[in-house]
């Protein structure tokens, strides 16, 4: 731990106060991840997300494993998985009715294990797709197409967890999009980013914190630090219909600040009902949701990071 939070806090120019300020809930609960190991590892937090390991493959060195040591984050907007949504928003700011799709997957190249049943070291390639339509117009026409690929290094202890990641971003207006009367400018926007996630378990929370150095912007004038944070709520109670379904409630909120002329928040919440098969054991099948959704703050979407925009929305989203 103390060598991740040394690589973090050099991540200049973030400033360390702000990493603190993102951090501080996860690092003071840090001792009860070593008391949150000798728990059931079948209700463990990393279960209920799908980051569970098989037996199979829980030897020293397992090439091409399935899944991922770290579970991915909830309220995102850029996490990788695939969705469908609808969201609401302002006309002035981007688009009054909008359609956001995303198709991601992660390949994992090998992982070694722990010596706890669950630990692990993994290093993967991980890419997706983010694609706004605006469904107001009479041929859905593509609002911005963000492409994101990365080298995600996973690690998992007990209920710690972390992500180191190099990924690159770039992101392009829609051509129909562009043929409308007065279209913003179109910008070659593209970036390099570096991360760090440090992530713990409690109970049924999951904190987590850390932040982001982005190198060869384009344009200059993209913003060049970022300081993540967030909590969800997975808790260990299910419903179940027979054979058929389990469902769980969860929620969670992701926020990001952003340094470009000026220090900039954004918040996204989403919460709602996630779906799989009842007793899928420890290494679950893949599951899906139902969530509402909330965002306030810059722009997500590429080629609109200069607009403040708020949105409201329901969409399904399917894990890894």
Known sequence: MALLLSLLLSLAPIPRRALAGSLLVVLALSPGSARSQDADLADSYAVRCGAGIVESERSAYQPLPRGDVFCPLLADPKSVRSFVSYQRGDAADFAADIAAVGIGDQFGFFRIGGTRAGNGVQLGLSGSVFAQFDVGSSSYELLNADY??????????????????????????????????????????????????????????????????????????????????????????????????????????????????????????????????????????????????????????????RSQVRLAGVGLHFTL
């Open 148 to 305: 994101l690929i990365g080298l995600p290094l996973t690690v998992r202890f007990g209920s710690f967890s972390g992500r180191a990641r190099v990924y690159h971003q770039s992101s392009h207006l829609g051509d129909e999009f562009l043929l409308r009367p007065n279209p913003p400018l179109r910008e070659n926007l593209s970036f390099e980013s570096a991360e760090l996630l440090l992530s713990l378990d409690v109970g049924a929370l999951r904190l987590y914190g850390g932040g982001e150095r982005f190198f060869r912007r384009e344009p200059e004038a993209l913003a060049d630090a970022l300081v993540h944070g967030g909590v969800e709520l997975r808790p260990g109670a299910v419903a179940t219909l027979g054979n058929v379904v389990s469902a769980r409630f969860v929620a969670a909120a992701d926020v990001k600040t952003v340094r470009d002329s000026s220090w900039r928040t954004g918040v996204n919440v989403r919460a709602g009902f996630e779906f799989g098969r009842p007793g899928d054991g420890v290494a679950g099948g893949r599951r899906w949701s139902l969530l509402g959704e909330f965002y306030d703050g810059p722009s997500p979407y590429g080629q609109f990071h």
